[in-house]
């Protein structure tokens, strides 16, 4: 088994700037097979959800955890990263209870750009356990 990961664009809403920018928000539905993941934000989103964030601006993720039976049975860590292994978005250490938010401008002082090979990693949740992504890029 492997982790179902499922992608769906959640909303999106204009900005008020005079670059006409929006704010597009991504939701990742995660279920864990027990292991780590380690994939492309590419891969993950597929061509049309990937075209729309491409060259964006990561400005946030949101953890959210599941509940009940689907709660990860331990802390864990979160990380999306460039294809040097530099966090763009980072939580190590995520409470199995508690929904965190991380903006991009913790890791680098600014927001950073939404490149190829930017990848989503996730350390063991356990088997079955949930938890849900959203992903907040600035587009324009």
Not at 53 to 68: E, F, Q, V
Not at 84 to 106: C, W
């Amino acid at each position: 088994m492997a982790w179902t990961i499922t992608a769906t664009e959640y909303k999106t809403y204009n900005i008020c700037s005079p670059m006409g920018s929006e704010m597009i928000v991504l939701k990742l539905a995660c279920e864990s097979d027990g292991s780590g993941v380690d994939l492309t934000l590419e891969a993950i989103l597929g061509a049309r959800l990937w075209r729309m964030i491409r060259g964006g601006w990561l400005y946030s993720a949101i953890i959210i955890p599941g509940t009940g039976d689907d709660v990860p049975s331990a802390t864990f860590n979160f990380d999306i990263q460039n294809e040097h292994d530099m966090s763009k978005i980072s939580v190590t250490d995520h409470a199995v209870d508690a929904n965190t938010e991380n903006t991009g401008s913790d890791e680098f002082g600014r927001f950073a750009v939404v490149e190829d090979d930017d990848a989503f990693t996730v350390a063991t949740l356990g088997d079955g356990n949930t938890m849900d992504v959203y992903i907040y890029i600035m587009k324009g």
